[in-house]
């Protein structure tokens, strides 16, 4: 690391929201152009910078800055600049010229600890003096602020949002408890706040260390979809992560439980700890299930079989008795399932089941979890389906700098029924949300592969009101004859079931490529950039998907996507790019929205002028990179429908490259082509339930490449990793207490 001090000369750029600064700095022999994060900045101030140095192809040589030092200047003319430099309110240069003649060298120290002595100044009154002094003390306090928490390692970037959190409060909320940093800053993890806490010198046996280890555990627990977990396990993992004796920890946790954060249970006799949130969350939805399921006005059997028939009657095929089945349980019952895998017609019944709630003069609303499902419901049905979050009307407060749903128990949708599809990718939250939303009385409809891969968020929803035989449900069970000649459809099944896939059928849609570990990325370049396009008329951007397993690893995602990124959109000097993290994100890229953010604005342009607007990009959306703006820091995406999307740089960890993504994060999305490798990944990923879902994903043609081995392995592998969730325990006590 190199230092540098000297007068910033001028701020090329500033950008208010994350703070990152481009400046130039005079030193006393050299002119350093600077990068970095800084809350603000001013010309004429005196600084010392520490980094290294870097080069921008654009740009040049630049002074990447880790960490700076704020000193006051003591000289008349550096005084002088740093007053006169826009910074101070009430000072302009007159009044920076005539503070400085009166003050000399003292000026500074004048109004940091005697301020009332300026209005002696010509031109200062008292009202004029109330407001230098205010505006001088906030600027000495917000560096000292990022001083401070620089001292414990805190990243400039860091301590901005540290310090638009707490403001003037920040030290002694800090100080306090540096702990609170890990629940309160987003980014900001337990170990962030660990590190910062041992350098303060905080007791490693403190009791809220020990109840901050516990959280990060359980929250750690439920990134890994788990509701809760048994108590041993939580000891075990919270003494690793704190290294403190497990007494300790046993004792936080009776005290915790007797503050109302956590939840003791027994669950089939075992000693079970809940996190607040997931704990009425799981008690929540099990109540609302029974609720919705026990107060409700079934329709007449032979009405509905009536309806269906004059259905059937415009339509050339007819229903099996089991989508009937489905459709009927629907209708006679508060909350019912219809669930079953590629090719077995739950779209068919969605659009039956659509066609006798209007018949019966009720208004169902349509739903999914993610934008694209969405999408494909209002494709398929012809009628306006919405997100989950976006049917609950999901919004931000700038009362508490939160977001909440405007649709809850107090103010229920008004619907007659409401089908929700892709129930296998709602989580417990989500699910707790959208019931308290759904008066009793209303129909309540979940469709879903219960054989797919379970939700990203913590809970086994579908499956374990499946499990609990409670809340009725339907399984279908048929191939349809349109789906038949479909390998894709019949290959599903055989995976669920336990059977090897066939393929490498000419003229089919399921195929198998042998390579070797080195050759298995070149292969899946070459199919997605040449060999599909051209024999398949594949557009190799929009209609090829490649889907991995895994992140990490030459065949996981982050590789895969490098080497897709440089055969498909090349580096060139045509296209701007920009470096983040990891990624280099480049104009023509295609790129996957990894969190739902509802505030972020698109537009839709429109050929007579009136653009379309409105809010919202969704996990798992894929658009594609439109411009680059180096110099102001921003980035433009269109997604689908054309809806283009303004990102700022600070706002690229929502945004992921595409090429290739993994299973998990597919879920709830369709593409022409799916391209999957098949080769050596953690045990736990290769299984059954993982295969099923990336070969679903595929509406015209599956490519797996690599070893035939691993396929085998996937499809004898039918364990999936054990969820902790307690629904299917929750709905069958409530079941048993009402029998």
Request: hydrophobic residues 35%; aromatic residues 10%.
């Amino acid at each position: 690391m190199e230092k540098h001090t000297g007068t910033i000369e001028e701020i090329i750029y500033h950008n208010e929201e994350n703070g990152y600064t481009v400046g130039i700095m005079e030193t006393d022999d050299d002119v350093v152009t600077f990068t970095g994060t800084f809350a603000n900045l001013s010309e004429g101030e005196t600084m010392c910078l520490t980094g290294e140095w870097g080069y921008h192809k654009r740009y040049g040589k630049q002074f990447h800055v880790d960490s700076f030092e704020i000193i006051l200047p003591d000289s008349l003319m550096g005084i002088e600049k740093y007053l006169s430099s826009g910074l101070i309110k009430g000072v302009g240069k007159s009044t920076a010229k005539r503070l400085v003649e009166h003050f000399g060298e003292k000026t500074l120290e004048i109004m940091q600890y005697n301020p009332g002595l300026i209005t002696e100044v010509d031109g200062i009154g008292e009202k004029k003096a109330a407001i230098i002094t205010e505006s001088f003390r906030e600027q000495i306090e917000i560096k000292e602020i990022m001083m401070y928490l620089q001292k414990y390692g805190i990243t400039p970037s860091y301590g901005i949002r540290i310090y638009r959190k707490y403001g003037k409060e920040t030290v002694d909320k800090v100080s306090d408890n540096p702990y609170r940093l890990a629940e309160e800053i987003d980014g900001i993890g337990f170990k962030l706040a660990d590190k910062v806490a041992g350098t303060m010198g905080v007791d490693r046996n403190s009791e809220f260390r020990i109840e901050a280890g516990i959280r990060f555990v359980l929250i750690e627990s439920a990134s890994e979809g788990h509701t809760y977990v048994t108590k041993s396990f939580l000891k075990e993992r919270a003494e690793l992560v704190l290294g403190v004796r497990i007494e300790y920890i046993d004792a936080v946790i009776s005290n915790m439980a007797f503050r109302g954060q956590i939840f003791v249970e027994n669950i089939n006799d075992v000693e079970c700890i809940y996190y607040t949130p997931y704990y009425y969350a799981e008690s929540g939805t099990a109540n609302k299930l029974v609720n919705l399921y026990t107060n409700y006005q079934p329709e007449k059997k032979k009405n509905i079989l009536k309806i269906i028939e004059n259905i059937e009657k415009e339509n050339v095929n007819k229903l099996t008795e089991k989508q009937k089945e489905g459709i009927v349980k629907a209708l006679e019952n508060g909350v019912s399932i219809i669930t079953g895998g590629p090719g077995t017609g739950k779209t068919t019944v969605i659009n039956t089941l659509i066609r006798v709630y209007e018949e019966l003069g009720r208004e169902p609303a349509l739903c999914a979890p993610t934008g694209r499902a969405a999408k494909r419901i209002t494709e398929t049905s012809g009628r306006d389906a919405k997100t989950i979050h976006r049917l609950l009307e999901y919004t931000f407060s700038e009362d508490t700098n939160s977001l909440f749903f405007n649709r809850n128990d107090e103010s229920p949708l008004e619907y007659d029924a409401i089908i929700v599809d892709e129930m296998s990718m709602v989580d417990i939250l989500l699910m707790n949300s959208m019931l308290k939303a759904v008066e009793p009385g209303t129909s309540l409809v979940l469709v879903g592969d219960v054989d797919q891969l379970p939700s990203v968020g913590p809970g086994n929803v579908l499956k374990d009101i499946i499990e609990s035989g409670v809340i009725p449900f339907t399984k279908l069970d048929k191939i349809f004859r349109q789906s038949e000649t479909s390998l894709i459809k019949v290959n599903a099944h055989k995976i669920n079931k336990g059977e090897a896939p066939a393929y490498n059928i000419k003229d089919g849609d399921f195929f198998f490529i042998r390579a070797e570990e080195g050759k298995i990325g070149e292969t899946i370049v070459s199919l997605c950039s040449d060999r599909l396009s051209s024999h398949y008329g594949l557009n190799s951007l929009e209609d090829i998907q490649v889907l991995s397993p895994m992140k990490k690893g030459a065949s996981g995602t982050i590789e895969l996507n490098r080497m897709l990124q440089a055969a498909l959109n090349p580096e060139s000097d045509r296209k701007t790019e920009r470096k983040h993290g990891d990624y280099i994100f480049r104009v023509g890229d295609k790129v996957m929205q990894i969190k739902n953010n509802y505030q972020l604005k698109w537009t839709i342009e429109k050929s007579d002028g009136e653009d379309d607007k409105g809010e919202g990009v969704f996990n798992g959306d894929i658009g594609y990179i439109r411009y680059i703006d180096l110099k102001d820091e921003k980035l433009w995406v269109e997604f689908d429908d054309r809806k283009e999307v303004e990102y700022n740089f600070g706002q690229l960890d929502e945004l992921i490259p595409a090429y290739a993504v993994t299973v998990h994060k597919s879920q709830g999305s369709e593409f022409p082509a799916v391209v999957i490798p098949v080769t050596w990944a953690p045990p736990m990923l290769l299984n059954r339930n993982l295969f099923y879902t990336a070969v679903t994903r595929a509406q015209r043609l599956v490519v797996l490449v690599g070893y035939e081995k691993y396929i085998k392995m996937m499809i004898r592998n039918n364990k999936i990793m054990e969820r902790y969730s307690g629904l299917d325990y929750r709905l069958a006590h409530i079941r048993d207490f009402l029998v």
